[in-house]
T-cell receptor, first 110, second 117 residues
Framework: EDQVTQSPEALRLQEGESSSLNCSYT??????LFWYRQDPGKGPEFLFT???AGEEKEKERLKATLTKKESFLHITAPKPEDSATYLC???????????FGTGTRLLVSP | NAGVMQNPRHLVRRRGQEARLRCSPM?????VYWYRQLPEEGLKFMVYLQKENIIDESGMPKERFSAEFPKEGPSILRIQQVVRGDSAAYFC???????????????FGAGTRLSVL
């Protein structure tokens, strides 16, 4: 069965304190891995998509990386506005649907 | 550039009533997906549709739930005879194409929060 596991469940950082979120996956074949950000009461907002091991994408303070078993979302010098739930999802070869992890709730304190 | 539009944002139903959730995809998108988010759980895939066709309904409950995406108008997720366990946030997403690559990205709406009394 295709599975996505995110850790930690929750993370509390001080402003400027860099850290990483982990997404490990077990799939029959990876078509793509997606990172989304979700704020309370809103829908997921697309951040990155990665397709091949070794691939990296960057956007402002965020950087996503991919290996054959996991992905990391690195947050450099976070700000309070980075507080949100970060969702990881995989798309399995031959299918369009996304399989989501349960997310990491990030809280950045000033 | 309007994003994925869902309505209503909040819907309250009594047990046994019907719930109809609507989703208008982003302009130019012809692929629509429905997901459900239960409290304290992750997003779960329900159904994938193209215009007038259900492509993948592997995540849909066998009874009471149906979805359509007509040639004209929004996609509709219909829940008949709602029960308290149907209370959740229902999200719609759309994509431009189904091929691998940037045009396959699913963009989400703000969701409909269904409460069953």
């Amino acid at each position: 069965e295709d599975q996505v596991t995110q850790s930690p469940e929750a993370l509390r950082l001080q402003e400027g304190e860099s850290s990483s979120l982990n997404c490990s996956y077990t799939v029959s074949g990876l078509r793509g891995l997606f990172w989304y950000r979700q704020d309370p009461g809103k829908g997921p907002e697309f951040l990155f998509t990665l397709y091949s091991a070794g691939e990296e994408k960057e956007k402002e303070r965020l950087k996503a990386t991919l290996t054959k078993k996991e992905s990391f979302l690195h947050i450099t010098a976070p700000k309070p506005e980075d507080s949100a739930t970060y969702l990881c999802a995989v798309q399995v070869t031959g299918f369009q649907k996304l399989v989501f992890g349960t997310g990491t709730r990030l809280l950045v304190s000033p | 550039n309007a994003g994925v539009m869902q309505n209503p944002r909040h819907l309250v139903r009594r047990r046994g009533q019907e719930a109809r959730l609507r989703c208008s995809p982003m302009k130019g998108h012809s692929h629509v997906y429905w997901y459900r988010q239960l409290p304290e759980e992750g997003l779960k895939f329900m159904v994938y549709l193209q215009k007038e066709n259900i492509i993948d309904e592997s995540g849909m409950p066998k009874e009471r739930f149906s979805a359509e995406f007509p040639k004209e108008g929004p996609s509709i997720l219909r829940i008949q005879q709602v029960v308290r366990g149907d209370s959740a946030a229902y999200f719609c997403a759309s994509s431009l194409l189904r091929d691998r690559g940037s045009k396959n990205i699913q963009y989400f709406g703000a969701g409909t929060r269904l409460s069953v009394l």
